[in-house]
């Protein structure tokens, strides 16, 4: 079993939906929990990190951690072409510091 | 403000070379890591410098890797012998020790093993 699992998708969805990405781990002891976009031959892109349990908003975007449940998820609101990339989960262990990455879901948002 | 920078973007090698990589970290922040993707996969962690201390490595780490942060400032990341395997993006991020300790990655560079 891999540590931090993902849907590798593609996720297809028309623009102005909504966009759900998913992400299950598997230290229970895990403290941090971030999202990063990475758009093909670039370098991943912070988008938002959550710690605590229940849903983090910013702008378009929603975390929503369940530590009990083990699982992560990222909500895209009202989403554009532009958001079309892939989306990696990652997990901060207890006691490390070193990130854990899942493989990523590749979004696409068609116009 | 700059980001994270590193040097150079691209390196093709012959195998059996070494080469040295750059990584220039955001300014205040004292926390630098090393990562490696190759495609279709997530990084996966290598080392991480506090100040100048090397402070964690990964098993993935093997004797022909080595990095440094003589000054707590830059850091470098030295692949000795290349071989065909080690072809990948290399990638660094920085953070600052803080309650939140976010991390956020530089360009990367690419490096292929001819």
């Known amino acids: 079993q891999k540590e931090v699992e993902q849907n590798s998708g593609p996720l297809s969805v028309p623009e102005g939906a909504i966009a759900s990405l998913n992400c299950t781990y598997s230290?229970?002891?895990?403290?941090?929990f971030f999202w990063y976009r990475q758009y093909s031959g670039k370098s991943p892109e912070l988008i938002m990190f959550?710690?605590?349990?229940g849903d983090k908003e910013d702008g378009r975007f929603t975390a929503q951690l369940n530590k009990a449940s083990q699982y992560v998820s990222l909500l895209i609101r009202d989403s554009q072409p532009s958001d079309s990339a892939t989306y990696l989960c990652?997990?901060?262990?207890?006691?490390?510091?070193?990130?854990?990455f899942g493989s990523g879901t590749r979004l696409q948002v068609q116009p | 403000d700059t980001g994270v920078s590193q040097n150079p973007r691209h390196k093709i090698t012959k195998r059996g070379q070494n080469v040295t990589f750059r990584c220039d970290p955001i300014?205040?922040?004292?926390?630098l890591y090393w990562y490696r993707q190759t495609l279709g996969q997530g990084p996966e962690f290598l080392t991480y410098?506090?100040?100048?201390?090397?402070?964690?490595k990964s098993r993935l780490l093997s004797d022909r890797f080595s990095a440094e942060r003589p000054k707590g400032s830059f850091s470098t990341l030295e692949i000795q012998r290349t071989e065909q395997g080690d072809s990948a993006m290399y990638l660094c991020?920085?953070?600052?020790?803080?309650?939140?300790?976010?991390?956020?990655f530089g360009p990367g560079t690419r490096l292929t093993v001819l």
């Open positions: 991020a920085s953070s600052l020790e803080s309650s939140t300790d976010t991390q956020y």
């Open positions: 230290d229970r002891g895990s403290q941090s």
């Open positions: 959550i710690y605590s349990n």
């Open positions: 990652a997990v901060e262990g207890a006691g490390r510091r070193a990130l854990t």
């Open positions: 300014s205040e922040h004292n926390r």
């Open positions: 410098f506090q100040n100048e201390a090397q402070l964690e």
